[in-house]
């Protein structure tokens, strides 16, 4: 292996550990052994030779692969693919260190591929597709010095580089693929022949489920597919930034479960829908506060995201779905056998203000309770790490109930960290977050509140459902998969439920009003490049064909309005093309003497022959790696040009 | 694109299956942008580079194709006239059809335009071997593809038998003496001459010492007997190659006879001419009529 394709083994490797280290499975800490085994290759080659080596390196991959095995035996297939991307990071630094005269480096790139692959599960961001990036401008090249350095070869160009051509043959094929990706007919809403709950299992949506697991710790998969889009309708401008899908009444074993249904109690706690006689679905609120076109793309959803003063419901186009009202004013969606993939869209019109709905006893009962045991000691720690005169239970003023639960927010806002299942500081478990050990994601700050609220007898409940804070460009709200979102809705004592949000804001929130940073627009940028990209869908397809077909029309208009500049970019690939063929039809010979003889700042005279340059160039003391390269420019336009047998075995 | 053949090398069977995979990874799931976008990916990557390797070979053109005779069992160089035309090749290998096999002569890592290269020949068994194709290969520039093309040449590479040493061994080909019968003129003794050339007769009918300068156009003759089987013959050959060819060296005349051949390198033919019939002579049925 020449050491060319040595260092570009090495970068492979490097990007692979990389690809693997931005899914957080696992600490840099506990990966530094792999980083140092490929980064330090070179110096491990000279064992090769001992057989010791080998069985080591072998014994190695075989131990870890035995206690990945335990791992799977006793976790579940919960970690299998952590494990198995683990393994095979393992397995490249190993074929990395091991290639040689036995050893062919064609695995090197086959499991390259295979961890890029794995890796794309791992809840892939902008910082994946940099690295893609990387690689594939590591691993075209690769391919090539490694076909170049197998096939042995003869006299080599004193400046034979692939990395022209190897950068040129990537940007095609990166080039080709968007295209293909643009243009190539699928079905979006595919599901796939496997059944959705593995695919859940794999973390592929991070969706809405039917309960929130305090306990649940894997890395969260935050996919950019777009679940909705919310337009508003005129004259309505602003959209209500939470909608609802679940609401969540009951903590039981760690885990917040929605109101029984038919089989428990039945509880009443809103305004109750009611279907009119032309289809559509009302509740007794008056729709004063705007109307909202929802069109939900994803097929798999199954409850109708409504705002909590939501009042009117029209299905404009629902074929084959059937909406199922549930307690707490939660609308659920339930699809027959054979009703086709389409996107749902329906009208939700919504109230200024909501309407006091009175409730009895017994549910507000059940909206204050909490579990015996841990949780309730977890509350009166919160409680009792908050300022006293904060703390107050629950009045009959609204104002003062409203305060109580602003404060709280407030608290937790302060003193308590966002992060995501997966990432370092996340808690180990909801009672580390209670404490302040960890930090915790939006379940866990929605879960502290209501435990705080419910200690404080202030009736309330967790909702489950999507943020919607993302504005497309005509003003359209675009929900996506990762705007999935936990809250409360706390009840005053007047019948009225309010919203409230503990989790703390984005840190990522830049401040507009002030300058931002090349670095900090080039990352919104890549990060609006990465969005669009996952959420392409077949409406971004048609749109960017409306597009393309109306940029005729802008090219004229604009060659119109300014025709000299028009001219000049048009001539620009002409005069390109004419430079390129000119420079092709000279010998690789003539073109390499001609650049050494530029580098030692010299150009060739006619009637000048190649050594006569040579030494001008000697007597005008051009020294150094210059007269280097010029020397060797002219005995390879010698061998070209007047190359014999003897010349060539040498 | 005729006679253009085309082979998954190891890689690309590996990267096949694993392609496969992902495949059936994208049906087996729910759709995804990013999963599409990576099997787009390694879908193109692998078309483009067969497209790309099928136009490394392409238009490669074998003009003049040339070796130098020479004895059997002993390495040589060719000579090819490649004419790629404009674009540059990278990383490709020719091999030569010899008899029914393929056997490789030279290698290049970059050609333009129009070169000379030298191809490397191994050792051939005696004979006149015709070449009719070449074949150029190459796996550039991803080597997931091999890419065959057969390039049709025309070229003939004559190998003469081995020399073997002539010392004085009996079964060495019947080889006249100097003393050739065919007398040249006769002069007088001069200081230097040989005493076997004194002519005695003429010395005693003039008195004085005279001696004949014989005709050396024939100062070899060589007698070939095809009349044996196939291994005896090569010996025979290689006896009369190695004759040939000390001949040459020494200056002299050679004289080559076999049956229907006739050669001789003191008149019209050269020495070339005769290693050449030694190259394609053909061993005759031993019940075939009077010696040559």
Known sequence: ?????????????????????????????????????????????????????????????????????????????????????????????????????????????????????????????????????????????????????????????????????????????????????????????????????????????????D?????????????????????????????????????????????????????????DTDPSWTIDLDGSYRRPLRADGGSFVVTIAHPRQRRLPLPLEACELELIRAVGMIVDPRPAAVLALARLEDAPAEPVSYRV???????????????????????????????????????????????????????????????????????????????????????????????????????????????????????????????????????????????????????????????????????????????DRLGGFWRGFSAFDATDRRRLFADILAAPRGVARTAHDN????????????LWFYLRRRQRCRPLAVATL????????????????????????RTRAVTGERIAALAAAVRYHEHHRYRSTEEARR | MRGLGLLPTRLGCKASLLLAVFLLAYLALPYGNLLFALICWCLVLGVSGAWWSVRNVTGVRIGRCAAPPTAAGTPRTMRLELDVGRRRRCDFTIAAEI?????????????????????????????????????????????????????????ELITWPAPSPTGNSVHRPVRAADRDSTIGTLRPFRGGDAMRDVHWKATARRGEPVVCERDRRHAVELVVDRHCQAPELERRLSLAAASVLEATALGQAVRLRSHDFVADTGGADSPMDLLRWLAGATALPTAHEARP
């Open chain 1, 563 to 574: 025709p000299l500049a028009v001219a000049v970019l048009l001539a620009l690939p002409g």
């Open chain 1, 594 to 617: 001609l650049e050494a003889a530029h580098q030692a700042g010299l150009e060739l005279q006619p009637g000048e022959t190649p050594r006569e340059l040579l030494d001008r160039a």
């Open chain 1, 1 to 209: 292996m020449t050491r060319r394709l040595q260092c570009f083994l090495i970068g492979l490797t490097s990007i692979d550990l990389a690809f693997v280290q931005n899914t957080g499975i696992v600490a840099f800490v506990s990966m530094l052994p792999m980083w140092s085994l490929a980064l330090l290759s070179p110096l491990l080659r000279p064992l090769q030779r001992f057989t010791t080596y080998g069985v080591v390196w072998n014994l190695g991959v075989i131990v870890l692969f035995a206690l990945l095995a335990y791992h799977a035996r006793s976790t579940g297939l919960t970690h299998l693919l952590e494990d198995g991307l683990l393994l095979a990071a393992l397995c490249q630094v190993h074929l990395l260190n091991n290639i040689g005269p036995r050893q062919h480096s064609d695995l090197v790139f086959l499991n390259s591929l295979l961890i890029v692959f794995v890796t794309s599960f791992f809840g892939s961001d902008e910082l994946w597709l940099v690295l893609f990036t990387i690689h594939a401008l590591v691993f075209v090249p690769a391919l090539q010095a490694r076909v170049s350095d197998e096939g042995g070869g003869s006299v080599r160009p004193p400046d034979a580089g692939a990395a022209g051509p190897a950068l040129r043959r990537t940007t095609i094929v990166a080039a080709t693929t968007a295209i293909v990706f643009v243009l190539c007919p699928r079905d979006f809403d595919r599901e796939g022949f496997l059944q959705a709950s593995i695919a859940g299992r794999l973390g592929i949506d991070g969706g809405i489920g």
């Open chain 1, 211 to 267: 309960r929130i697991r305090l306990d649940h710790r894997r890395a969260a998969a935050l996919s950019d597919a777009v679940v909705m889009r919310i337009a508003p309708e005129p004259p309505a401008r602003a959209v209500p930034p939470h909608w609802r899908c679940v609401a969540l009444t009951t903590l039981e074993n760690g885990v917040w479960l929605p109101p029984s249904g038919f089989a428990g109690p039945r509880i």
């Open chain 2, 99 to 155: 008899g029914d096999d393929w056997v490789e002569i030279l290698h290049r890592r970059t050609v333009d335009g129009r070169a000379t290269v030298d191809g490397h020949l191994p050792g051939l068994p005696r004979g006149i071997h015709e070449l009719r194709r070449c074949r150029i290969e190459s796996r550039w520039p991803f080597g997931l593809l091999r890419i065959r093309r057969q390039i049709p040449v025309a070229a």
């Open chain 1, 349 to 523: 019109r919504q109230s200024h203000q909501a309407a006091p709905h009175p409730i009895d006893v017994e549910t507000r009962q059940l909206l204050v309770t909490l579990p015996p045991g841990e949780p309730t000691a977890l509350t009166d720690r919160l409680l009792s790490a908050m300022p006293a005169n904060v703390i107050t239970p629950a009045s009959r003023d609204p104002a003062l109930t409203a305060a109580v639960a602003a404060s709280c927010v407030a608290w937790l806002r302060r003193n308590r960290t966002y992060a995501l299942p997966g990432q370092d500081d996340f808690a180990p478990s909801f009672a580390d977050f209670c404490a302040g050990t960890g930090a915790g994601h939006c379940e866990y700050f929605a879960s502290a509140l209501a435990l705080m609220l419910r200690r404080l007898d202030v009736p309330c409940r967790v909702i489950g459902g999507y943020l919607a804070d993302e504005r497309d460009g005509d003003g359209t709200v675009v929900v996506r998969a990762r705007h999935a979102h936990a809250w409360i809705e706390a009840l005053m004592p007047d019948g009225t439920w309010i919203t409230l949000d503990a989790t703390p804001p984005a840190a990522t929130v830049t401040d507009e009003s002030g300058p931002t940073s090349w670095w900090q627009s080039a990352s």
